[in-house]
């Protein structure tokens, strides 16, 4: 029974508030209900209206509708605290599982309403309470929990207030239409494998026969050569033609292979993955990775350690 109710309630919050990526706190978007203390203080006056009608003492009606007033300006004020306010999602930092990733937002207020104690909430996870009175837009970031590798969606965030005098609390929920990426967790020390991927980086690379680029020496002319690559000043000296020899270098750019890791195991080989990326990135090595279904040409450069972070994350993920 408790499970079905939640169940229809979890399905009307998300129709009633759907996820976007810019959400304004509207009167049908806030929900507020009188705090424990303003129970005790209904209560109060319930007997101190019996008490009036008991003894027919007018300022005893005086003191009841007084408090009452106070009650109701106080849910008044208290839902004009949140109404307004606009929530809009930045974007969600990456991070490695098993750390908190953090989601930036930006709140800002409509012009002459200063919004006081706002409480920014994940349940269970990380909490915040911001004033925007001076500034009219203010820029907050929440983190939370992660477990494992791939898109990390943001749970449902509780936005509320008990501002002015605490006998009152209003509250919305926001879902932000963004997603941010979780790595692999790195592997504290990494295989290291032979064969192409463990090759050192040299300056020059090696030398390519029949190249463009960097002068290689002289050879005796063959029929067939080019004039421009004839040697001329070698054919005023000697008499004799020679032909200009050029070669290229090919560069020995380390490659992060998934099929030189002998461990088995999907999870395992991307966090042995993660750290040689961490490792090349650290060192400024050029390097390049493949793995199932991915090649990425060798590089380096914190562009190009997050695009092979992003292709270990989301190997095997669903794009949902």
């Not at 979890?10 to 129709?15: G, I, Y």
């Not at 424990?36 to 209206?49: D, Q, R, S």
């Not at 007084?66 to 109701?72: E, G």
């Not at 200009?244 to 560069?251: E, G, I, N, R, W």
């Given at each position: 029974m408790v499970e079905a109710l939640r169940g229809h309630w979890?399905?009307?919050?998300?129709?009633r508030l759907p996820a976007s990526r810019v959400t304004t706190l509207t009167q049908r978007k806030i929900f507020i209900v009188p705090s424990?203390?303003?129970?005790?203080?209904?209560?109060?006056?319930?007997?101190?209206?019996l008490l009036g009608i008991n003894f027919q003492n007018s300022l005893v009606y005086i003191i009841c509708f007084?408090?009452?007033?106070?009650?109701?300006l106080?849910?008044?004020?208290?839902?004009?605290?949140?109404?307004?306010?606009?929530?809009?999602?930045?974007?969600?930092?990456?991070c490695f599982a098993g750390e908190k990733v953090v989601l930036e937002m930006e709140l800002t207020r409509p012009a002459h309403q200063p919004k006081y104690a706002l409480e920014l909430a994940w349940e269970g996870e990380d909490q915040v309470q911001v004033d925007l009175v001076t500034a009219q837009t203010l820029r907050v970031k929440l983190s939370h929990s992660t477990t494992g590798r791939g898109y990390f969606k943001p749970p449902r965030l509780r936005?509320?207030?008990h501002f002015p005098t605490g006998l009152a609390v209003a509250w919305s929920y926001v879902t932000v239409d963004v997603r941010g990426v979780v790595y692999p967790a790195p592997i504290e020390k990494a295989f290291q494998p032979s064969g192409n991927a463990q090759r050192e980086n040299v300056e020059d690379g090696r030398e390519i026969a029949g190249g463009s680029n960097d002068f290689g020496g002289i050879r005796d002319y063959q029929q067939g050569d080019g004039s421009k690559r004839i040697h001329w000043a070698k054919y005023a000296q000697t008499g004799k033609l020679y032909t200009?020899?050029?070669?290229?270098?090919?560069?020995h750019a380390l490659w992060l292979e998934w099929d030189e890791l002998p461990m088995p195991g999907i999870e395992v080989r991307l966090s042995h993955l993660c750290r040689k990326v961490l490792e090349f990135h650290q060192e400024q090595r050029e390097y390049g990775l493949r793995i199932p279904g991915t090649l990425i040409e060798p590089g380096k450069g914190e562009a190009h350690k997050a695009r092979c972070l992003q292709a270990l994350a989301l190997f095997g993920v669903q794009d949902a």
């Open positions: 979890e399905s009307w919050v998300q129709q424990k203390t303003a129970v005790g203080l209904l209560v109060l006056i319930a007997l101190l209206f007084w408090l009452l007033s106070l009650l109701l106080t849910i008044f004020y208290t839902w004009r605290n949140l109404a307004g306010l606009t929530i809009t999602a930045l974007g969600v930092e990456p936005v509320a207030t200009k020899t050029f070669v290229d270098y090919a560069s």
